[in-house]
C-alpha cells in the first residue's frame, strides 16, 4: 500500500526544510490546519530520527507565523496521534498544528480534550 503522505505532491508544501515538509490538512479541524511529516517515512514519533524531530519543531515554529499571518487566530494545539488506538489513521508520522479561534467552542479551557468541530467531515 502507498502511503498517502509520501506522496504529497511539491506543490501542495507550504513550507520545506531538508528533513520535513508542511501543507494544508485535507480534512481540517480548523481553517488554517496545518500537518508537518517528515520527508522519510517513519510511522510514528517515536521512530523519527533526532534530526527529523528537529526539523519537525522548527516547522512548528515556521507554520505558526504562516498561519498568523494568514488567518490570524487566537490560539494553538499542537497534537501528534500514535498507534490505531491513540488516533493515528494515516501510519505516517504527522504532527497537527491546529489555530484556535475565540469563538470556535464555548469554553476552550481543556483544549483538545474537547471536541473541536470539523470544517470538513472526516472520512
Do not use: W
Not at 505516517?92 to 470556535?104: C, N
Amino acid at each position: 500500500m502507498t502511503c498517502v503522505f509520501c506522496g504529497i505532491p511539491m506543490q501542495k508544501r507550504v513550507l520545506e526544510n531538508e528533513h520535513a515538509f508542511a501543507f494544508f490538512d485535507l480534512y481540517p479541524v480548523q481553517k488554517g490546519h496545518l500537518l508537518i511529516v517528515p520527508k522519510q517515512h517513519r510511522e510514528t514519533y517515536f521512530d523519527a530520527t533526532e534530526q527529523e524531530i528537529m526539523a519537525i519543531h522548527d516547522l512548528l515554529h515556521k507554520g505558526k507565523q504562516l498561519i498568523e499571518e494568514s488567518y490570524q487566530p487566537d490560539g494553538f494545539n499542537i497534537g501528534v496521534n500514535v498507534g490505531e488506538y491513540g488516533g493515528q489513521t494515516v501510519m505516517h508520522l504527522h504532527v497537527h498544528l491546529i489555530p484556535r479561534y475565540k469563538g470556535d467552542i464555548d469554553d476552550p479551557r481543556g483544549g483538545i480534550r474537547k471536541a473541536i468541530p470539523n470544517l470538513v467531515p472526516y472520512p
